[in-house]
């Protein structure tokens, strides 16, 4: 249900800032469960872009993994947009490449990889990235004293070793990775939030196959994979406020997969897919949660059987998720997975998806959507029984297309943020205490709620030959004006600050074959964020007693007006520029966190 998610696992692996995409042959990815897939990459023009820049490939594809922690927007220039930020995952078609960036506000940018190996069936990766800043400032209207503003400070690095092999009876993929974060939690008042940086450190390792056979001359594909992940914070929020020093949380995290699919037909297949997700949860000291549901231990067993059918006009794919829980609540679960197209004329098709399941949110996870996610965490694990989307697609006509759409989705324990009015401290012998605004705004918290709504958009693109691009989308999706634990929240997730109506709009200029312009301006409109309030407050032999109630507060427009230009001297230089923000408009991601105000990013990119 959470737009953050979802998009999160329909990103693709995207190129580095460098010019538009000209060749692309295969590319073997790894798909979210982790099995290698072999599909056709679509040519299309990678444009000069604000947040992610593109990066031009003459040859193949190289085959880095795109299983980053999910992640729906880059950070080349950090202006922190509500909906995921942390460093983008950026890949280039060469077989070496280096894109390096700097800017206002000590905002740095790095990209590098190269493919060790690098033949028609073997190819290894090396990658890196990193991005920071050291001196962002904290544009939130909450805090009245400049005084008392803390200046944003995150060093996020990462690097990976990909190895794909191919045999004569299928793919190997192979994966490893390594994430560190280190940041101060800018949102708070006390010199302790700047003086005592946190650390998030993760772990993974993948591994998948991918075969195929042919039985009575029809096509027998089989696939497994398996994971392992695993996620700490250095410190929990005893320890950097100054009191016991206080581990922060730890997960562990293994998954596996194994599917097998039949052609019954030269149209229609049958098949099933089998995953187990197992979670532990460690605290090597006190931890606690502010939400009121959580699992430590945990184990889902899914299974996805499925009915494909592909023809002339119509394309489905009809299926469910069974989902076994044990040790999470409900042990049986059921949930859609389908999809359907029909063209009902040339130009046409109608469309339909349905999806749903059990999600795990793991630290990880809620640390991609916010780095500065409550250390502490213990988050209840979520399940969407569904969440369906129908529209109409129409064209290309002469460059134009266009959709429409609706959607309705539903979730179980789905993770909102909120500001808390209580907060643990080590100087409360019930490990809670009246907050104060130096400690409410640091840290993001989490409480389980949920959730039901729908939403509703379109999309237009118009071509003008190979001169300009434009680009406009919105959605819609009404949010209720109360929310309690109690009943069900009314209102489609399309992010962390319940936005109502989210756009964006971009015009993509080619002036000159070596020079890419790119304007663009999102808007995210009708945020809210989640107090809560203590009322009955009173003392009961020393043991505070009290009650907790929840209400919505309405946060600013998000109205970022970017720009990017990018000019390639040759198939190996480019130099490129952006600016974000530019209208330098204030805004929160979360209460307390302001998004860098008007910043400008410059640099390199090379490929060999």
């Given at each position: ?379 209840s694990n979520t399940f969407v029984p569904v969440d369906a989307e129908f529209g109409l697609k129409i064209g290309p006509f002469a460059g134009f297309k266009a959709k429409i759409y609706g959607g309705y989705g539903m979730a179980r324990n789905e993770m909102l943020a909120f500001t808390p009015a209580l907060y643990y401290t080590p100087f409360a012998s019930d490990s809670h205490i009246a907050i104060d605004s130096a400690n409410r705004y640091a840290p993001v918290y989490y409480k389980a709620f949920d959730t039901k709504g ?155």
């Amino acid at each position: 249900m959470n737009k953050i998610y979802v998009s999160v696992l329909m990103a693709a692996v995207v190129a580095l800032g460098a010019g538009a995409q000209e060749k692309l042959n295969k590319e073997i990815t790894l798909d979210k469960d982790f099995v290698p897939v072999e599909k056709k990459a679509v040519k299309k023009s990678a444009l000069p872009k604000v947040v992610i820049p593109a990066k031009s490939t003459d040859k193949a594809q190289v085959n880095y993994s795109n299983w980053a922690e999910p992640t729906a927007v880059g950070t080349t220039i950090p202006t922190m947009l509500p909906y995921g930020y942390r460093t983008a995952h950026i890949f280039s078609g060469q077989r070496g490449y280096l894109e390096l960036g700097a800017g206002s506000q000590l905002n740095f940018d790095g990209s590098a990889g190269y493919r060790i190996v690098d033949t028609e069936h073997s190819k290894l990766g090396l990658w890196l990235q990193h991005n920071s800043t050291w001196s962002g400032k904290n544009s939130t209207k909450l805090i009245a004293d400049d005084d008392l503003r803390l200046k944003q400070k995150f060093n996020d690095n990462t690097v990976g070793l990909d190895f794909n092999q191919h045999f004569a009876p299928g793919d190997l993929v192979l994966g490893a990775k390594m994430h560190y974060d280190n940041f101060n939690y800018y949102g708070g008042l006390g010199s302790w939030w700047d003086d005592n940086k946190q650390s998030l450190v993760s772990l993974a390792l993948r591994g998948g196959w991918n075969g195929k056979a042919s039985i009575a001359d029809r096509d027998f594909d089989y696939r497994a994979g398996l994971s392992y992940d695993y996620s700490a914070y250095d410190k929990g929020l005893h320890a950097l406020t100054g009191g016991v020093d206080y581990d922060g949380a730890r997960d562990h995290n293994v998954k596996a997969n194994l599917g097998v699919s039949y052609a019954t037909s030269a149209f229609s297949t049958l098949g099933i897919d089998a995953r187990l997700d197992y979670v532990n949860r460690s605290y090597k000291a006190h931890a606690a949660s502010l939400s009121n549901k959580y699992t430590d231990d945990m184990t889902v067993v899914t299974l996805s059987p499925f009915y494909g059918y592909r023809g002339e006009n119509l394309c489905a794919r009809l299926g469910g998720n069974v989902d076994f829980s044990l040790s999470d609540g409900a042990a049986l679960r059921i949930s859609p997975n389908a999809s359907v197209s029909y063209d009902v004329a040339p130009g046409a098709t109608l469309y339909g998806l349905a999806g749903g399941g059990k999600r795990i949110n793991t630290l990880a996870r809620m640390a991609a959507i916010n780095r500065y996610s409550d250390p502490m965490g213990r988050y209840s694990n979520t399940f969407v029984p569904v969440d369906a989307e129908f529209g109409l697609k129409i064209g290309p006509f002469a460059g134009f297309k266009a959709k429409i759409y609706g959607g309705y989705g539903m979730a179980r324990n789905e993770m909102l943020a909120f500001t808390p009015a209580l907060y643990y401290t080590p100087f409360a012998s019930d490990s809670h205490i009246a907050i104060d605004s130096a400690n409410r705004y640091a840290p993001v918290y989490y409480k389980a709620f949920d959730t039901k709504g729908f939403k509703m958009g379109g999309a237009l693109e118009y071509r003008y030959r190979s001169v300009a691009v434009l680009n406009l989308d919105v959605v819609y999706a009404p949010q209720d004006n109360n929310i309690s634990p109690d009943k069900t929240y009314d209102g489609y997730t399309l992010g962390l600050d319940r936005a109502s109506t989210v756009a964006h709009a971009s015009v993509k200029l080619y002036p000159v074959k070596p020079l890419e312009l790119d304007l663009g301006l999102e808007y995210r409109g009708g945020r809210h964020a989640v107090l809560e309030t203590v009322t009955d407050y009173s003392l009961v032999d020393g043991v505070p007693n009290y009650t907790l109630a929840y209400s919505l507060a309405k946060m600013d427009d998000v109205i970022n007006l970017h720009v990017g230009a990018r000019y390639r001297f040759d198939k190996m230089l480019t130099l490129w520029l952006q600016g974000a923000n530019l209208l330098n408009k204030k805004w929160d991601v979360t209460l307390g966190q302001g998004a860098q105000r008007l910043s400008v990013m410059g640099g390199i990119a090379l490929v060999f």
